[in-house]
T-cell receptor, first 113, second 109 residues
Framework: NAGVTQTPKFRVLKTGQSMTLLCAQD?????MYWYRQDPGMGLRLIHY???????AKGEVPDGYNVSRLKKQNFLLGLESAAPSQTSVYFC????????????FGEGSRLTVL | GQNIDQPTEMTATEGAIVQINCTYQ??????LFWYQQHAGEAPTFLSY??LDGLEEKGRFSSFLSRSKGYSYLLLKELQMKDSASYLC??????????WGAGTKLIIKP
């Protein structure tokens, strides 16, 4: 089973460039999340979605946009990348309500020069 | 503000028992989670506690005291593969997960 798949796994950007991270899940989950993980800090929620066509801001949404046009996909966009956005990004999903077990993708390591 | 505290790093010996503590201060409480994360990999779910007491699952157990804002993860019969970071996360009154920075557990032979 594929579970949660993120692409790309690695990317290097120059300041000001744009890119999109794709998250796809094949578990028919309603809830999907984008987190960033930085050394010495807990996972921080960027944006989330409670169903197809819905999105909401998390703890650190500035500089990011998201879309959930299809239930299985959740896209994270960086319109103008900044060095502060250098991080490991994790997508997660759950189908058991908000208190359910989160299933994470393998992570996308983004470096902004 | 909301805060999750757990030790940064712990070392234990293969075959032994280790207890990883987590204390929290959050706006409301809707459950506490433990996840395991091996270096360079995704977090994976270990346990969920919403009521006080001990939940046992094989070699791993998780304890919760809501009145003390305290939880621990107990790992028994440690194996080398248990070397990983252990993440504590609390769901607040808005059903948002607040994550601790994680405890890196090093297992020595």
């Amino acid at each position: 089973n594929a579970g949660v798949t993120q692409t790309p796994k690695f990317r290097v950007l120059k300041t000001g460039q744009s890119m999109t991270l794709l998250c796809a899940q094949d578990m028919n989950h309603e809830y999907m999340y984008w987190y960033r993980q930085d050394p010495g800090m807990g996972l921080r929620l960027i944006h989330y979605s409670v169903g197809e066509g819905t999105t909401a801001k998390g703890e650190v949404p500035d500089g990011y946009n998201v879309s959930r046009l299809k239930k299985q996909n959740f896209l994270l966009g960086l319109e103008s990348a900044a060095p502060s956005q250098t991080s490991v990004y994790f997508c997660a999903s759950t189908g058991e309500g908000v208190t359910g077990e989160l299933f994470f993708g393998e992570g996308s390591r983004l470096t902004v020069l | 503000g909301q805060n999750i505290d757990q030790p940064t790093e712990m070392t234990a010996t293969e075959g032994a028992i280790v207890q990883i503590n987590c204390t929290y201060q959050t706006s409301g409480f809707n459950g506490l989670f433990w996840y395991q994360q091996h270096a360079g990999e995704a977090p994976t779910f270990l346990s969920y506690n919403v009521l006080d007491g001990l939940e046992e699952k094989g070699r791993f157990s998780s304890f919760l005291s809501r009145s003390k804002g305290y939880s621990y993860l107990l790992l028994k019969e440690l194996q080398m593969k248990d070397s990983a970071s252990y993440l504590c996360a609390v769901m607040d009154s808005n059903y948002q997960l607040i994550w601790g920075a994680g405890t890196k557990l090093i297992i020595k032979p």
